[in-house]
């Protein structure tokens, strides 16, 4: 594949990871957990990932949720609203707060030269947080995106990351859900009808390497 595929001169590329953290990952610590057979295959498939990105030079920027007060989670009506209830997300109020273990990467997750930020308060990675300008400042303009959840931050990133203007590919393999196969599927049927690229973690690579975009 070439830079026109993904529409643009000159591919430059990034990997943002969404969320990869105990918060959803760690069963012994997730107040948001994903099943324990995905969550144990997304940290798996991310931490090979990533490494073949970074052989490849491409820049990696993991951004975390953290809050600090639960009025930063009340503050968006719905969350408020379905707080302590039986809503897959009704646990809210106890997730991600500062300090807490939750807000820590996953093992084999971070690696030398990473850039985190951990300033994420919403689905959408680029509200309240430096992302855009960090890669602005990388001139990055193609974004391998990865993480959790693929029906809410994965899916609400590559929505944000379309509208500003970047080429987003969503790397199927090293993305999941807490809401079950279902959920995810639709998330990415919906991204890839609308809003950017779906493709498995070797294709990707080899995609972005064939565009340039890759060492």
Known sequence: MTAEHFGVDELRAAVVTIDLHRGHLDPGTATLPLRPEPAGRVVSANARFLESARMGG????????????????????????????????GDMRRHNMKGSAGTQLMPGILGPGDRVLETKK????????ELDFVLRTLRVNTLLL????????????????????????VVADCVDTMDGPDFHRM???????????VMRSDEALRAVRAGGGVG
């Open 58 to 89: 491409l820049p990696v920027v993991h951004v975390v949720t953290v809050y600090r007060d639960l009025e930063e989670i009340h503050s968006n009506p719905f969350w408020k609203a379905i707080d302590a209830t039986e809503n897959a997300r």
């Open 122 to 129: 919403r689905y959408d990675c680029f509200l309240g947080t």
């Open 146 to 169: 990865t993480g959790v959840n693929t029906n809410s931050c994965v899916l609400t990133t590559t929505v944000a990351a379309s509208s500003r203007d970047y080429a987003p590919i």
């Open 187 to 197: 998330a990415l049927a919906c991204i890839e009808r609308a809003f950017g690229w």
